[in-house]
């Protein structure tokens, strides 16, 4: 007899099926025992009365691994609106032990003690709430992917292990590599630039490595990044947009195909429009100023309160939750960003649900401005780790932009989560390195 | 004016159009100038007459960044049936340096020592048929996560930065992981059968890294590997047609789709039925010794002659060129394997094209069986690298199997390539850390 997956039982009413998967749940209610069996599509409802087969449920234990035959039968209270009767229950994998985590209860119940959860993640992640937020995770990859598809992009893969770092300054993790000291990328920047000049638009979605030390609930030492890249750009505005449209497409996406997952996990409702607000940064700083009374002018960036407080502005003014803030200081650019105007880089923040998703410049293509921005900042272009970056802008780079985007972060902000963390299935940070 | 790419010039013939793209090549012809300017699509021609615009090209170098205006003209001998007539140029981005490395051959032509190809990686990428290559390569991760999508796998990201080395014994880089020990990940092994207690069927395409000392055309320390792992199997067999299935479909649709592109590359013919052969170890021993007069019975594993003849074999014999080893022996297995009868494992080599793709066992999914067999490998069931693991077993794992298959191999193969490197955009060895 054929497997028949929970979510298909209602297509069976009436027939003998088959179930195959793990004990999630026992009850008793008003003399009956019942049992909720878990697989890849969800869970389904088992009445068990006949003695002989309720014995077998004694001390059985959840994660127990279940085959089932019985009777599919409509039930409108049942989830699917179908459960199991008369079943004959059959032991695949017997099961001795008390699951080390709850995992029948709502993320609202989680264990307060992130590391707790974190600890027990191996079976903590068989609560279907977990479950969902990870399978989310999944589709907003593919989304992503099917919009970069369309809109021409190529697929690399680029080396995560490299002689120098590619951003300089901030912490990266050295190792040994037959004798030379390597390094782990902390973004496919300079490739991915050098592949603007094979393909014009590029993408990747990669682990990332960075050694933060801070022990915080947005600091991971390795996440997974969506790195983009487009070439032949008639201004900044044009990666500006690219990256409303993607995250406009895939929002409204996931909010579709995903509606009843997301109003499980209590996800915020989606407040955006196709065409996301700007405001540079001043604007920012000065209506932050007028409605808060805090003056932030002399900051460089946006202070994290500013970053919640434009996004909440954006959201009742504009009806959008997410807004760029454009016109970055010249400050706070990286050697490889553009020189905007009047101390500018030609920079924004993507900003969703008030945090920064995104740092979405335009870059400096041409050779002898890269060169003179690298000395300016302390790089040596000749160096091994930057000499085949600066041959690809001797050859020819056209115009181009894009940006880094953080996809645990991403996921974090679309399910209204409140770390980071939970929003990656086996979190690294500095004081953890297992499960 | 609009950009139109190269490959739509013909959709706007006897109109005034507006190209950009890289100067590609040059030459004279009859007293004509001929240029040809490469952009994301492809490469298209233009004829310069106007002597003020020939005098715009002289010393002008490969590379070059060019805005052109001109008309669309009919003119089947020229790449893609059209061309440029009277053209304006606009240089967008100057360059002034030769190409370190020749762009305009076939791949044929490429240099012999592969040493001074990848020292040329940046810029030799922009060879039309390198950038094939790795078009097609990501139209097989494309076709490969569709694939995958519609038979119910949900796609993971796993940690790279371990506590221990998953698969023990074979060569791992360590860093230094604030004050702890750490490994980069060899594969996922333990994370997506920990995964298969959440979601039944998972995948995951990432980089895996080995410190392989062999300066070979095989080895390289960083390679992009597809890992699939499936639960509830009714017998190892679902596990092998599931990744025929993949396989089949994968190599079906590029054979399709990229056509004309592995006729450029002189890509083998494709030669598979949907159902691929099965060969035991002992027959392909058997059929090899009594065709070469060579004994391998001896051997633990298929020599590398013999996985290319029994490929041959099977492309002669059965019309198909991929084909399973079968009943590989017990004394190849590794811990988390599950053993089958009379000194084999439950597991197979798939075989493609002369070479081993993917190992693909059943795993041993029993707590107490697993236990055993990490001891008699050595391995201690307790200690921090494997607790968690073990966790997932204790708390009910269905019987399932996978396999680990290298995303840079099969995309050597399909091409015909003759280095796995070839296959791989900036490849590392024991010697290359750059670009």
């Given at each position: 007899?054929?497997?028949?997956?929970?979510?298909?039982?209602?297509?069976?009413?009436?027939?003998?099926?088959?179930?195959?998967?793990?004990?999630?749940?026992?009850?008793?209610?008003?003399?009956?025992?019942?049992i909720?069996?878990?697989?890849?599509?969800?869970?389904?409802?088992?009445?068990?009365?006949?003695?002989?087969?309720?014995?077998?449920l004694?001390?059985?234990?959840?994660?127990t691994?279940?085959?089932?035959?019985?009777?599919?039968?409509?039930?409108?209270?049942?989830?699917?609106?179908?459960?199991?009767?008369?079943?004959?229950?059959e032991?695949?994998?017997?099961?001795?032990?008390?699951?080390?985590?709850?995992?029948?209860?709502?993320?609202?119940?989680?264990?307060?003690?992130?590391d707790?959860?974190?600890?027990?993640?191996?079976?903590?992640?068989?609560?279907?709430?977990?479950?969902?937020?990870?399978?989310?995770?999944?589709?907003?990859?593919?989304?992503?992917?099917?919009?970069?598809?369309?809109?021409?992009?190529v697929?690399?893969?680029?080396?995560?292990?490299?002689?120098?770092?590619?951003?300089?300054?901030?912490?990266?993790?050295?190792?040994?590599y037959?004798?030379?000291?390597?390094?782990?990328?902390?973004?496919?920047?300079?490739?991915?630039?050098?592949?603007?000049?094979?393909?014009?638009?590029?993408?990747?979605?990669?682990?990332?490595?960075?050694?933060?030390?801070?022990?915080?609930?947005r600091?991971?030492?390795?996440?997974?990044?969506?790195?983009?890249?487009?070439?032949?750009?008639?201004?900044?505005?044009?990666?500006?947009?690219?990256?409303?449209?993607?995250?406009?497409?895939?929002?409204?996406?996931?909010?579709?195909?995903?509606?009843?997952?997301?109003k499980?996990?209590?996800?915020?409702?989606?407040?955006v429009?196709?065409?996301?607000?700007?405001?540079?940064?001043?604007?920012?700083?000065?209506?932050?100023?007028?409605?808060?009374?805090?003056?932030?002018?002399?900051?460089?960036?946006?202070?994290?309160?500013?970053?919640?407080?434009?996004?909440?502005?954006?959201?009742?003014?504009?009806?959008?939750?997410?807004?760029?803030?454009?016109?970055?200081?010249?400050?706070?650019?990286?050697?490889?960003?553009?020189?905007?105007?009047?101390?500018?880089?030609?920079?924004?923040?993507?900003?969703?649900?008030?945090?920064?998703?995104?740092?979405?410049?335009?870059?400096?293509?041409?050779?002898?401005?890269?060169?003179?921005?690298?000395?300016?900042?302390?790089?040596?272009?000749?160096?091994?780790?930057?000499?085949?970056y600066?041959?690809?802008?001797?050859?020819?780079?056209?115009?181009?932009?894009?940006?880094?985007?953080?996809?645990?972060?991403?996921?974090?902000?679309?399910?209204?989560?409140?770390?980071?963390?939970?929003?990656?299935?086996?979190?690294?940070?500095?004081?953890?390195?297992?499960?």
């Open positions: 007899m054929e497997r028949v997956l929970a979510r298909d039982v209602n297509k069976h009413l009436g027939k003998k099926i088959l179930i195959e998967g793990w004990l999630h749940k026992k009850r008793l209610l008003g003399g009956l025992t019942f909720a069996i878990r697989d890849r599509s969800g869970l389904i409802q088992i009445v068990v009365q006949d003695k002989g087969e309720v014995e077998k004694r001390g059985m234990q959840v994660g691994v279940l085959r089932v035959q019985g009777i599919a039968v409509e039930e409108p209270r049942a989830p699917g609106g179908a459960e199991i009767h008369d079943p004959q229950l032991i695949m994998v017997k099961v001795s032990a008390e699951p080390p985590i709850e995992i029948d209860k709502p993320l609202s119940h989680r264990p307060e003690n992130l707790t959860l974190f600890d027990q993640r191996v079976i903590g992640l068989r609560n279907l709430d977990e479950a969902r937020i990870f399978r989310i995770r999944s589709d907003l990859l593919r989304y992503i992917r099917e919009f970069l598809y369309k809109n021409d992009f697929e690399i893969n680029t080396p995560k292990l490299v002689a120098g770092a590619a951003e300089g300054g901030a912490e990266v993790f050295k190792l040994d037959f004798g030379q000291e390597a390094t782990l990328a902390q973004s496919p920047q300079l490739y991915k630039q050098i592949m603007v000049g094979v393909f014009e638009r590029v993408f990747e979605i990669a682990p990332a490595f960075r050694a933060e030390l801070s022990a915080t609930t600091h991971v030492s390795e996440v997974t990044m969506l790195d983009i890249e487009m070439g032949f750009i008639h201004g900044h505005d044009e990666v500006l947009n690219m990256l409303q449209d993607l995250l406009y497409s895939v929002l409204a996406r996931v909010y579709k195909e995903h509606s009843d997952d997301l499980v996990l209590n996800a915020p409702e989606l407040v429009t196709p065409h996301f607000p700007k405001y540079s940064m001043q604007q920012v700083h000065e209506l932050y100023q007028k409605n808060t009374g805090i003056d932030t002018s002399s900051e460089i960036d946006l202070t994290p309160d500013e970053e919640k407080w434009i996004c909440d502005y954006a959201k009742e003014h504009d009806g959008c939750e997410a807004v760029f803030a454009t016109g970055l200081p010249e400050s706070k650019m990286k050697f490889y960003h553009m020189k905007g105007e009047a101390g500018t880089a030609m920079s924004a923040d993507l900003l969703f649900r008030g945090i920064e998703l995104a740092t979405v410049p335009q870059r400096e293509h041409r050779h002898e401005n890269l060169i003179e921005q690298m000395k300016a900042a302390g790089i040596d272009p000749d160096s091994p780790g930057f000499s085949h600066i041959t690809a802008f001797k050859h020819g780079l056209p115009p181009h932009g894009g940006c880094g985007f953080g996809i645990d972060r991403f996921t974090e902000k679309v399910l209204g989560l409140s770390n980071v963390k939970e929003a990656i299935l086996f979190p690294r940070d500095i004081n953890r390195l297992a499960p």
